[in-house]
């Protein structure tokens, strides 16, 4: 299933939105990251340099073939090797994998989903302990030029709830401002309560 309210405007325009170097710099994605997943790739606008920066392999799905297609085609064009895209319903089928296998996992403009609880604990799944789960989206205010309706488009602190409803999940800083229209939010992944490597914590 699409998720509610998740279709784009035009590429050049959408890119006009963003500070992507900005926002990466913010969150902290750089070499340090190895294997990082993402959902819902969009035009590649984050995928493509997220891929440069890290050292590992960019993961990215998106439900709609045509990004997957425009992602892919940008990445061959930028001389990206190491990002695989694949069309999957995430909402649906969950981002696969093994657990705990990705040092971060990105959801990027799409918690307004209606699910966002189960979609924070799937992303928590597939991170490594000591990972991170990170988050932006269009700052809940209605001069915004685009973004949700402002009846789904979720507060920083709703997010933070339902991040710790995962029970997988802690902020670990207050929001971070990504201008000129955005925030974000980094979630370090928990063990499990109740796992034996909590014991040498
Ligand atoms: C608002 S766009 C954000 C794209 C990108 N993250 C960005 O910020 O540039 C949301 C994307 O999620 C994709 N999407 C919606 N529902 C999905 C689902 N169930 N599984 C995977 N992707 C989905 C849409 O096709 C769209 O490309």
């Given at each position: 299933m699409k998720l509610r309210e998740s279709g784009m405007p035009e590429e050049a325009y959408w890119e006009t939105l963003l500070d992507v170097p900005l926002i990466l710099d913010r969150l902290g994605i750089d070499a340090r990251l190895r294997n990082v997943i993402e959902l819902?790739?969009?035009?590649g606008t984050f995928a493509i340099p997220v891929a440069k920066r890290i050292s590992g392999t960019l993961t990215t799905f998106d439900i709609d073939e045509g990004m997957i297609e425009r992602t892919r085609q940008r990445a061959a064009a930028a001389g990206v090797c190491n990002l695989v895209g694949e069309v999957r319903d995430v909402f649906a089928e969950?981002?696969?994998?093994?657990?705990?296998?990705?040092?971060a996992c990105l959801l990027f403009?799409?918690?307004?989903?209606?699910?966002p609880v189960r979609l924070l604990a799937e992303a928590a799944r597939v991170?490594?302990?000591?990972g991170a789960v990170l988050v932006i989206h269009w700052r809940?205010?209605?001069?915004?030029?685009?973004?949700?309706?402002m009846d789904i488009r979720p507060k920083p602190e709703s997010i933070v709830a339902w991040a710790r409803q995962t029970g997988l999940l802690e902020a670990e800083a207050p929001q971070i401002d990504l201008p000129p229209w955005h925030y974000g939010l980094r979630f370090v992944r928990l063990n499990p309560a109740g796992d034996p490597r909590n014991a040498s914590r």
């Open positions: 819902g790739c969009g035009y969950g981002l696969g994998g093994d657990a705990e296998t990705n040092d403009n799409i918690l307004h989903c209606e699910e991170v490594r302990p000591g809940y205010d209605s001069a915004t030029p685009r973004g949700p309706s």
